[in-house]
Each structure stands twice: as structure tokens, then as C-alpha cells.
């Protein structure tokens, strides 16, 4: 077994927000298309498919080394919100949240001196950097924009 046993419950605690975060960006997709943004749908949409991308990832290195997997339920995605800037903000902290516990993950992983956990890890740690800045820059523009203007948030994402 190349996992140590507390890496193997940690990481499949994050398979679980893996998809929940796939989950909530589906009805964030949702949101946008409901008042017609379709650009912002599909972008969510596309969040989504990779949030499933990144459980599948932490999924299969558990197969690989020989843990245990257990999935773990998916609570219900956040739902109702009172305005786009509430959506995207929404989004941004999640993102941080989940920052977080990928540093949480690497902490172990070096604490551990799991060269291979650190090196699989490494890569989640580059991919919150985008997901951190891309978030907060969407929040930016609609802040600028309005709630009034939201085809300002889809001329950004045509340009992004
Ligand atoms: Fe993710
Ligand atoms: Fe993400």
C-alpha cells in the first residue's frame, strides 16, 4: 500500500467535495441560464465537468496505491440566490475553502515525506491558483458592471 491510512480518509473526504463542488456548479449554471446568460451557463457547466474531473483524479490515485475507497454523500448544492454578485461570491469562497484543503492535503503529504502524494498533489495546487483568480475576476467584473448590466459578464467571458 503506497497510502498512508490518514491520507486515504482525507482524500476521500475531498472526493466528496470534488462533487459536491460539480454539483453546486450546476446550479450556479442554472442560475445564469435561468435569467438568459448563456455564456456564463456554459462556463459554469464546464466547471462542473471539471470538478467531476478532479474527483475521478483523487478516485483513481487512491485505486492506484492501494487504499481504500469510500465515497462519501453529496450534500444538496446551495440553491436561491439573490443576485449574481451573491452567486459568484458564493463560488470565490468556495474556492478558497477549497484552497485550503488541498494545502491541508500537501501539509500531510510533506509531514508524511509521501514524495508521491506530494508530486500528485502538486498539480491541484497549481489548479487552484486559476480557479481562485478566474472566480475572483469574474466577481470584479460584475461588481463593476452591476446587476443591471450582467451582458457585461458575457462580453468578459467572449474575451477571456
Ligand atoms: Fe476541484
Ligand atoms: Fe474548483
Known amino acids: 500500500m503506497m497510502i498512508s491510512k490518514e491520507l486515504n480518509e482525507m482524500i476521500n473526504a475531498q472526493i466528496g467535495h470534488e462533487f ?3 454539483s453546486q456548479y450546476l446550479q450556479l449554471a442554472a442560475f445564469f441560464d435561468a435569467r438568459a446568460l448563456k455564456g456564463m451557463a456554459k462556463m459554469f457547466m ?7 474531473g478532479h474527483g475521478l483524479k483523487f478516485v483513481k490515485y487512491v485505486m492506484e496505491t492501494g487504499g481504500e475507497l469510500k465515497v462519501p454523500a453529496v450534500p444538496a448544492g446551495k440553491t436561491g440566490f439573490a443576485s449574481a454578485e451573491e452567486a459568484i461570491q458564493y463560488a470565490l469562497d468556495w474556492e478558497w475553502e477549497v484552497t ?20 500528485f498533489l502538486g ?7 486559476e ?22 459578464l458575457e462580453a468578459y467571458l467572449a474575451h477571456d
Request: glycine residues 2%; charged residues 35%; hydrophobic residues 45%.
Open 20 to 22: 459536491e463542488a460539480a
Open 46 to 52: 464546464k466547471q462542473a465537468e471539471e470538478e467531476r
Open 100 to 119: 485550503r484543503r488541498v494545502n491541508a492535503l500537501m501539509d500531510l503529504a510533506i509531514k508524511q515525506n509521501d514524495h508521491l502524494a506530494r508530486e
Open 123 to 129: 498539480w491541484f495546487v497549481s489548479e487552484q491558483l
Open 131 to 152: 480557479e481562485v483568480s478566474h472566480t475572483d475576476a469574474l466577481l470584479r467584473v460584475v461588481k463593476q458592471a452591476g446587476e443591471k448590466n450582467l451582458l457585461m
